[in-house]
């Protein structure tokens, strides 16, 4: 079951309706401000989550009484952003694969939480991105194929302290059996050669992020 959530960052109504357009979504998840993005595309989620400090009240108060709309109210002082509660969600519907819209924006400290938080789905082996009209994010712990040259640049930067046995095939800069751990910035600004480029890994995770400028 593939679950588009929705998030308060920066998502333009554009690349909303072509990422719905370009994928099937069986469940879409509105997590607090992300709501309105979706209200103005008039776009019905399945579920609405999130303390909603931030989002317009008026908005909110027109799917109050839908009954096809599941809204779960979280209590503002709570341990987990309204992002990682609607990840937590879309896990708990069994989603088989996960795509995160709005978690890039000009909060920097979200945007590196909702980075961190992919690895509660790469923990349940579901697989779960972020991605803007500019980029792609994944983790990734094992072998990994891009199958199509899509972005300019592809950059691997470790989330572990260390990720051991990277070997990659089909890119500018490859690697074999090679380590890179936190602090060092050469995995940056890679580039795909071909179709199926392969990135292996042996112990680790990794923050893979394709970029398209």
């Given at each position: 079951?593939?679950?588009?959530?929705?998030?308060?960052?920066e998502v333009?109504?554009?690349f909303l309706?072509?990422?719905?357009?370009k994928?099937?979504?069986?469940?879409?998840i509105?997590?607090?401000?992300?709501?309105?993005?979706?209200?103005?595309?008039?776009i019905?989620?399945?579920y609405?989550?999130?303390?909603?400090?931030?989002?317009?009240?008026?908005?909110?108060n027109k799917y109050?009484?839908?009954?096809?709309?599941?809204?779960?109210?979280?209590?503002?002082e709570?341990d987990?952003?309204?992002?990682?509660?609607?990840l937590k969600?879309?896990?708990?519907?069994?989603?088989?694969?996960?795509?995160i819209?709005g978690?890039?924006?000009?909060?920097?400290?979200?945007?590196?939480s909702?980075?961190?938080?992919?690895k509660?789905?790469?923990?349940?082996?579901?697989k779960?991105?972020?991605i803007?009209?500019?980029?792609?994010i994944e983790?990734?712990?094992?072998k990994?194929?891009?199958?199509n040259?899509?972005y300019?640049?592809?950059?691997?930067?470790?989330?572990t302290?260390?990720?051991?046995?990277?070997?990659l095939k089909?890119?500018?800069?490859p690697?074999?059996?090679?380590?890179?751990?936190i602090g060092?910035s050469?995995?940056?600004?890679?580039?795909?050669?071909?179709?199926?480029?392969e990135?292996?890994?042996?112990?680790g995770?990794?923050?893979?992020?394709?970029s398209?400028?």
């Amino acid at each position: 079951m593939k679950t588009l959530i929705i998030t308060g960052g920066e998502v333009t109504t554009s690349f909303l309706k072509k990422t719905i357009a370009k994928t099937k979504f069986d469940k879409i998840i509105a997590s607090d401000k992300g709501l309105e993005i979706l209200d103005k595309c008039n776009i019905e989620p399945n579920y609405i989550i999130g303390d909603f400090d931030s989002i317009n009240i008026q908005i909110l108060n027109k799917y109050i009484n839908n009954k096809n709309i599941e809204i779960k109210k979280l209590n503002p002082e709570k341990d987990y952003t309204d992002t990682h509660m609607a990840l937590k969600l879309a896990l708990k519907i069994k989603s088989t694969e996960i795509v995160i819209l709005g978690a890039i924006g000009t909060r920097i400290d979200h945007t590196v939480s909702n980075i961190h938080i992919l690895k509660e789905a790469l923990k349940q082996n579901v697989k779960c991105k972020i991605i803007n009209n500019k980029n792609e994010i994944e983790l990734i712990n094992k072998k990994t194929i891009i199958k199509n040259i899509e972005y300019k640049y592809i950059s691997l930067i470790p989330l572990t302290t260390k990720v051991k046995g990277i070997t990659l095939k089909g890119f500018k800069y490859p690697l074999k059996n090679d380590i890179l751990k936190i602090g060092q910035s050469i995995g940056i600004s890679n580039e795909q050669l071909i179709d199926n480029a392969e990135i292996n890994i042996k112990k680790g995770i990794l923050i893979l992020i394709k970029s398209k400028d």
